[in-house]
C-alpha cells in the first residue's frame, strides 16, 4: 500500500501569509495527488487534482506542485475562510490512501 | 447539477449489519467509478471501498470480509453492505464520485453509523 505523509500536522498563521504544506508518498504516484479542504462538519471539497490542476470555483490563492514522490499545497495571502483541514489523497493504485491532515488556525 | 445523498445509518450493536445506500443525480452514473470514504469522530479521512463503473471492486484491509460494495446502476445507486459491524467502524460515511481526473469530485454530506452497545 501506498503511504501518504503530510507535514506539519498543526500549523498556525496570520491572513495574508503564505502557507505551505508537504505531502510525501512511499513510493512514486507520477502526479496522481489531489487536495481536499474540509471544515467541521462538511464534507471534504476538492481543491486541486492531478498534483497542479486548480478544481474549477477554487480561488486563486491556492496552487499545488510536485511529482513522483513530493507535493505541496501552497496557499497564498491566507484568508480567515482558510481555517480547516487539509487532506493529501493518491489515486494512483489501490488502495486509494489520505494523508493524516494537516490543520491550519488563523493566528 | 451533481448532487450524492447517503441515506442507512443510524445506531448498531457490536456485530450487527447496517446497509447504505447513496443515490445519485445530475451525471451518467454508469460511467464513473464510485468510492466510500469514513471520518471517525475527531479524525482524519479513511477510504474504505471503491467500485469501477464496470464493477471491479477493492476494499481496505480494515473492512475486507465485512463490507461489500455494490451498485445498482439502473436505479443510480452505490451501496454499502455492512456486516460484523466493530466499535471502530463507528465514523462518517461518505460516498464520493471520481471524476475522470481520477480525483473524488463530489461528496455526498455523509451518514453517521455508531456502533455501541
Known amino acids: 500500500d501506498i503511504q501518504m505523509t503530510q507535514s506539519p500536522s498543526f500549523l498556525s498563521a496570520s491572513v495574508g501569509d503564505r502557507v505551505t504544506i508537504s505531502c510525501r508518498a512511499s513510493r512514486t504516484i507520477s502526479n496522481y495527488l489531489n487536495w481536499f479542504q474540509q471544515k467541521p462538519g462538511k464534507a471534504p471539497r476538492l481543491l486541486i487534482f492531478a498534483a497542479s490542476s486548480l478544481e474549477s470555483g477554487v480561488p486563486s490563492r491556492f496552487s499545488g506542485s510536485g511529482s513522483g514522490t513530493d507535493f505541496t499545497l501552497t496557499i497564498n495571502s491566507l484568508q480567515p475562510e482558510d481555517c480547516a483541514t487539509y487532506y493529501c489523497?493518491?489515486?494512483?493504485?489501490?488502495?486509494?490512501?489520505f494523508g493524516q491532515g494537516t490543520k491550519v488556525e488563523i493566528k | 447539477e451533481v448532487q450524492l445523498a447517503e441515506s442507512g445509518g443510524g445506531l448498531v450493536k457490536p456485530g450487527g449489519s447496517l446497509r447504505l445506500s447513496c443515490a445519485a443525480s445530475g451525471f451518467a452514473f454508469s460511467d464513473y467509478n464510485m468510492n466510500w470514504v469514513r471520518q471517525a469522530p475527531g479524525k482524519g479521512l479513511e477510504w474504505v471501498s471503491f467500485i469501477s463503473s464496470r464493477s471491479y471492486i477493492y476494499y481496505a484491509d480494515s473492512v475486507k470480509g465485512r463490507f461489500t460494495i455494490s451498485r445498482d446502476n439502473a436505479k443510480n445507486s452505490l451501496f454499502l453492505q455492512m456486516n460484523s459491524l466493530r466499535a471502530e467502524d463507528t465514523a462518517v460515511y461518505y460516498c464520493?464520485?471520481?471524476?475522470?481526473?481520477?480525483?473524488?469530485?463530489?461528496w455526498g454530506q455523509g451518514s453517521l453509523v455508531a456502533v455501541s452497545s
Open positions: 489523497y493518491q489515486s494512483y493504485d489501490l488502495p486509494r490512501t
Open positions: 464520493a464520485k471520481e471524476g475522470s481526473n481520477w480525483s473524488l469530485d463530489y
